[in-house]
């Protein structure tokens, strides 16, 4: 992987008395406008933009020649562009851009900004477009890119003026990295950047947008929420996405053991707080655990610390969570408030503000929290039974092996601090449960998004946003090969991901809904696939092929090791478990 030094900003010069009210005036000062655009991103720390070129986007590409500040990874796919963006963002908690030509280019984006859209990662779209002259009238590669990329992005626009370009990139920073955050396309047709020069020195991102934005809860909804948490019996903390954002699962963990509140993530979420912990139960949902749902429907006061109450959590459903548990909801989008579960306190703001808030009023009601026994053994009951259940996998035998039993082998070998990336599929899905995570920002998934072949490029994008860390992603068969063709860029950038695919040779997933729902009459599941290490090796990547359990580990550890990019193929059986038990069984299909 190529290193990229510390961001050095040039000209952090705030906009004083400028007659460009967007750039400070400055008669020295005059850039090419493709060095203007990159100038934007770095002043918001961009170190990579992701990318395949393109005649519209070369004023801006051939500018990043010669600099290591800002770089341009340059995908075989421009799917794989979004997607490692959005591993970036969501690794590092930091924006990035794709960079992409006008039409099939940028429109190849779709599925991997979709992603970014669901999964809130600030990515900025810099669509280089067909010169005006072509546009609204079916010109070459001409088509409605704001419009096709409206429902996928916080913002869609169109740029209208040369002079425009760095006040057009600071509201898509603002737009990106407000509230939830979220990606943005500038679509900038090319006659604006090819030859054209724009006068000025950036701005710092805290002269066009808040940079502070802690929102403080409501102090009467947090005294009203203090006292339901304070009285419960059987109180839940249930950590959202919005803990990770907020970097509050220190506070959340503190607000738990203060009241013994059982601790369940929401799905997807499961790295917002250790796993280890002892008020810990397991992630809820159809690929989770059984025994969180079982605690979620035990709750009488759930705690909802950012988050929406998602769909695969709660499956919108009172036989999961009960229609009598009082919930508080905080989030930090007013819109969320009550829109899935009726609350009994709603607050709007920032999770880990919030949580300080809600620790302050507990402990001025009860200086030494509240204790409860009873509901703290029954919590620490059903994580035992998880563990016991998980634990007795490792007696699991078969050739292949079954999918199950390489968890326990990653459970041994992974280090804390491995970040994890979980493509679509039943066998990588099996991790949810089964892994455990400590620290946030180690998993990440498709968010909501549910696109087959995320895994592999989003693991890729995780390494270059915390190199820092080792990078792990689990694919099936039949996700590995939506976006294989990336291991050249794995390469050529010596990205060391470990990257397990788990074959079992068909569309798992789908063939067990054929399976149970369709009298078995399968069409389009059974796969016939490549060597997968083999396919790493002729890449010019290192191949793995491991078939025995006892190897994982060793294996895993030796790949860890590498200095570039690793594909472990393991075969497995055909295993399609039915969704985890819930109580009633909601969300059974
Ligand atoms: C882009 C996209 N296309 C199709 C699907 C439907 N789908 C969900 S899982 C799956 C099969 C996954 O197969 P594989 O990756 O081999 O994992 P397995 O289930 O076999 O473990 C499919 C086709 C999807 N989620 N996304
Ligand atoms: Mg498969």
Known sequence: MQQVGAPTIKHLVPAIGAENLTTRSSEETTMKAGQAVLEALRAEGVEYTFGVVGSTTNSIVTEMYG???????????????????????????????????????????????????????????????????????????????????????????????????????????RAALADKCGPVLLDIPRDLLDDQTIAGEPLRPDAYRAVETRIAGDPQAIQRAAALLAQAQRPLLLAGGGIIDAEASKEAVVLAELLDMALVPSYGHTDAVPNSHHLYVGPPGGRGSAEAAEALHRADVILALGTRLNQPTTFWDYRVINRETRIVQVDIDAQEIGRNYAVAVGIVGDARAVAEQLLRAVRDIAPQGHPKAAWRSEVVALSARRQARLQAELSLTGTPMMPQRVYPELRRVLPRDCMVTIDAGVAPGLAYDRLQFEIPRTLFNYAGHGGLGMGYCVGLGTKLGRPDRPAVSLQGDGGFLYTSQEINTAVRWRIPLVSIVLNNSCHGAEKAQQQRHFGARYIGVDLVNPRFDKLAEVYGARGMYVQQPEAIGDAVKEALAENGPVVIEIPVAEYFPAPAATPGGAGRH
């Open 67 to 173: 600099r290591n500040d800002i770089r341009f990874v340059d995908t075989r796919h421009e799917e794989g562009a979004a997607f490692m963006a959005y591993g970036y963002a969501r690794a590092s908690g930091k924006p990035t851009a794709c960079i992409t030509t006008s039409g099939p280019g940028t429109i190849n984006l779709v599925t991997g900004i979709a992603l970014a859209y669901k999964g809130r990662a600030p990515v900025i779209v810099i669509a280089g477009d067909v010169a005006r002259d072509y546009i609204y009238r079916d010109g070459s590669q001409a088509f409605d890119l704001v419009g096709l990329f409206k429902p996928i992005t916080k913002l869609a626009l169109e740029v209208n003026k040369t002079e425009r370009v760095p006040e057009m990139l600071h509201y898509a920073f």
